[in-house]
């Protein structure tokens, strides 16, 4: 017999590994983006009422979750759709819409979940290179070709923290041809306040071929229900509720969405603290000598003299608790990612960098 084999291509991804700890004994686990001050008290409380049901299958359509967002975010419920994290709706606009012999476009140090998307439906990823930590949109309008079918960008970007403004948005979507659907990656657009930022929200309102993704992840701290979220013209999402599963969010999870939405103290103070800690963490590592790329997300990107000494302070922490993410699968291998993350957690981790930056043997690292 044949031994199993897999469909062509499949065995060439690189499997997505996120942030690391050793173990529950860390001080701060500032690897992954998660929420600095915890999950969403209203989301939680829902999420347990909801237990008392679980023999029940939840609602298929999301639609109390799909109302609820269509009024907090001004949108109309019918063209949402909900899914098991915005992971999932970027495996599945791929599905949709791109195959063999086609094209996904995306910068060079995009988030790893588009490539792993892209060739697990056997397209061609197509990577541009990116202009000081920024997305170029020049370089991506270059690379468009009869067979570019998507365009993925990320606003805020991760892992850089930058975004892509109003007008740089208007002007990639205007170069872009009809059949190409632009992906508007926003998982952090919730932590934005700059006054030339586009979400992409009103752009998809009027596109026929955008798409915007969200989560519950980041500034509602429920990273771990896995909860997302899109927003598109009606053929988008007609297309997206035909390959979806029937039951693909689950009753607790809709109904903690349902909760974090109408919870605004709670998203004020999560975004107020973002804002304090992010100035505050930049401030103080550029004062160690350090390069810190400018973010509007809830994490910095610190760059080291050397691949070298990003190592040696990723472990030189670790040993002392702290839990940072290598950046070396998106091509700053000279880099680490930190999470804004509670008070101590801050202060703790810049004081331990200090340590490092004034050891007495800094130079044989």
Not at 306 to 330: H, I, K, N, P, V
């Amino acid at each position: 017999m044949a031994p199993l084999t897999p469909r062509p291509g499949i065995m060439d991804i690189a499997p997505y590994v996120g942030g690391q700890s050793k173990d529950t004994s860390y001080k701060g686990k500032l690897s992954s983006n998660e929420s600095a001050i915890g999950p969403c008290p209203a989301a939680v409380e829902a999420f347990k009422q909801a237990a008392d049901t679980l023999h029940r299958y939840p609602d298929g359509g999301s639609i109390e979750l799909r109302e609820a967002l269509g009024q907090h975010y001004g949108l109309e419920a019918d063209r949402l759709v909900c899914v098991s994290g915005s992971d999932d709706l970027l495996s599945m606009i791929c599905r949709a819409y791109a195959g063999p012999g086609d094209e996904v476009i995306f910068g060079e140090n995009a988030f790893l979940m588009y490539p792993i998307s892209t060739m697990s439906v056997g397209a061609t990823c197509v990577t541009v290179e990116e202009t000081e930590y920024r997305v170029n949109v020049d370089n991506i309008l270059a690379a468009v070709t009869e067979r570019t079918k998507i365009v993925f960008i990320t606003s805020p970007s991760n892992p850089t923290g930058t975004y892509t403004t109003k007008d740089e948005l208007a002007r990639l979507y205007a170069g872009l041809p009809d059949h190409v659907v632009l992906v508007i990656d926003g998982a952090y657009a919730d932590f934005v306040t700059a006054s030339d930022f586009d979400d992409g929200l009103e752009l998809a309102r009027t596109a026929e071929n955008v798409l915007v993704t969200r989560t519950f992840s980041k500034i509602y701290g429920l990273a771990g229900l896995r909860l997302g979220w899109g927003y598109a013209s009606a053929q988008i999402i007609d297309v997206i509720n035909r390959i979806r599963g029937p039951f693909n969010v689950g009753a607790p999870s809709q109904a903690a969405g349902v909760a974090a939405l109408g919870d605004d103290t709670f998203f004020e103070a999560a975004r107020t603290h973002n804002d304090t800690w992010l100035a505050w963490l930049s401030e103080q590592i550029s004062a160690l000598g350090l390069f810190v790329v400018p973010s509007v997300a809830n994490f910095v990107l610190i760059r080291f003299g050397s691949e070298t000494e990003a190592q040696a302070c990723d472990l030189f922490l670790q040993d002392r608790g702290y839990f940072l993410r290598r950046m070396d699968g998106y091509g700053f291998p000279d880099h680490l990612r930190l999470t804004v993350g509670a008070v101590d957690e801050n202060e703790g981790v810049v004081a331990a960098m200090r340590s490092f930056i004034e050891r007495p043997n800094r130079e044989e690292s």
